[in-house]
């Protein structure tokens, strides 16, 4: 094995990220596989296989170190209260929607172990969901690559726009989560 390569390394980090369930990590290893340099099957897979597996570690630990853990859920306590309000609104959806949904998408497992549901059908439900998430988000980039390359060369370009695009984004990300935290 070759350490050197921006393969070995880029499927290492998809593990190593996907693990705690990064969707930019995913989104980047479906635009270096429409670049070639790495495969597309073996990224997804990858990244389904330790995303499926960095939550149900998460799940454990809310299941078996509740007081080691509940120190560090007090700084959450809005966080927790979208949580809870998600799962009871969703149910098992909720395993599925948290994946997309950042800030939440670490505490919705913790909860649900605090909770006492059942690990049985969290590991199922959660298999199927690390399966359309990664799937939805590693396709939607790799086939939108062009788009995705296109912008960061004409960034290069305009280098001032990048974080002027960030702020808008953010700030739209940000107002947006404001309005249905409010709801």
Do not use: C
């Not at 930019?24 to 635009?31: E, F, K, S």
């Amino acid at each position: 094995m070759d350490f050197s390569s921006l393969e070995t390394w880029g499927y290492l980090a998809i593990a190593f990220f996907s693990f705690g369930g990064s969707m930019l990590i995913v989104a980047t290893a479906g635009v270096f596989a429409y670049l070639g340099h790495i495969n597309l099957t073996y990224a997804l897979l990858i990244a389904i296989i330790f995303n499926f597996l960095g939550d149900n570690f998460l799940f454990y630990l809310g299941r078996y170190n509740k007081k080691d853990i509940q120190k560090y859920l007090i700084k959450h306590q809005r966080k927790l209260a979208i949580t809870r309000l998600l799962m009871k609104k969703y149910g098992v959806l909720a395993i599925f929607i948290q994946k997309f949904i950042y800030g939440v998408k670490t505490l919705i497992p913790i909860v649900m172990a605090l909770s006492k549901y059942d690990f049985k059908k969290f590991v199922i439900y959660n298999f199927f969901a690390s399966i359309v998430f990664v799937l939805t988000v590693g396709l939607a980039s790799y086939y939108s690559s062009d788009a995705i390359i296109a912008a960061f060369n004409y960034l290069k370009t305009k280098p001032y726009l990048a974080p002027l695009a960030l702020i808008i984004i953010g700030g739209g990300i940000w107002q947006y989560l404001k309005k249905v935290e409010k709801k």
